[in-house]
């Protein structure tokens, strides 16, 4: 079975220390403090350890022979977006983590894909750096739920959307600077509570913004089995259905009419779940992914799914098939 796990992390082993660089701001630096160990360093924070597997492709590799993983979509980590920044620096910062993931892919085509980052918070830069990956071999393109609190269907974002349909560029959607996380800090809330809800945000605002009908070509994925949408995706319909005055104002479809229209990853945790994700978008629009190399992600990538009682057909499916078509490999 031919596997790809769409949805991984990389970073550059060395970053530069951006914020002396521009003289503002908390961008992340790495402080490598042990063999095979960093810690994620924000401002005067420590914001999460990262191991080897984050940024040594060598390592990955031995691990994707350990995980069954033949190939690996690999992009940034979400708090590497630096859409706070000035949009020349943001797009100095992308551009850095960029040319490292290109490099990482040419060294190594038959196992890793990349996907890029963009300066968001400046359409017209963040289609100049998705032409120069995209020329570069990459599929697509990683971007967040929100961009400084804007939501995807701000029609800021409209030249952005028709640029990733022309490149046909393939988009991950994954939450990050996650609603409320001032207010629940405590119980890891933002990343239990805030990211589920932050892409059922991302998928809302691109159904009743109009998104998905103005670019019916765009090729969007969301992470995390699309958070919470899918499980609340019938009351999100009654809400259309009562209450259209709030709801149906730029789009008058209903929402479940999107259903098969986008990819989710697999990232869901439980079998029950991965079935009722399948029942409602379809295996083919199932794609596996990990979230590697992070304690939330799967501990062995793919295993939900392997697992599974799913048919083989599916299976083959959603381990790989369902990723090629996403991302028109
Ligand atoms: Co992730």
Known sequence: MFTIDTHTHIIPKNLPDFSKKF????F?????????RAWMVQGNKRFREITDNCWDPLVRIEE???HKADMQVICTIPVMFSYWAKAKDCLEVSQFLNDDIATTVNNHPDKFIGLATVPMQDASLAIKELERCMKNGY????IGSNVNDLNLSEPQFDEFFAACEKLNA???VHP????GQEHMAKYWLPWLVGMPAEISRAICSMIFGGVFEKYKNLKVCFAHGGGSFLPTISRIEHGW???PDL????NPINPKEYLGKFWVDSHVCDHKMLQYIIDLVGADKVVQGSDYPFPLGEAVPGELVRTAPLSNENKEIIMGSAAKTWLSL
């Open 23 to 26: 003289g503002y701001g908390e």
């Open 139 to 142: 599929k697509g393109v990683q």
């Open 176 to 179: 990050w600077q996650m609603m």
């Open 170 to 172: 393939a988009i991950l």
């Open 247 to 250: 709801v149906a104002i730029d």
């Open 64 to 66: 994707m022979k350990q």
């Open 28 to 36: 992340i630096t790495l402080d490598h403090h042990a063999q095979g």
């Open 241 to 243: 259905d009562c209450r």
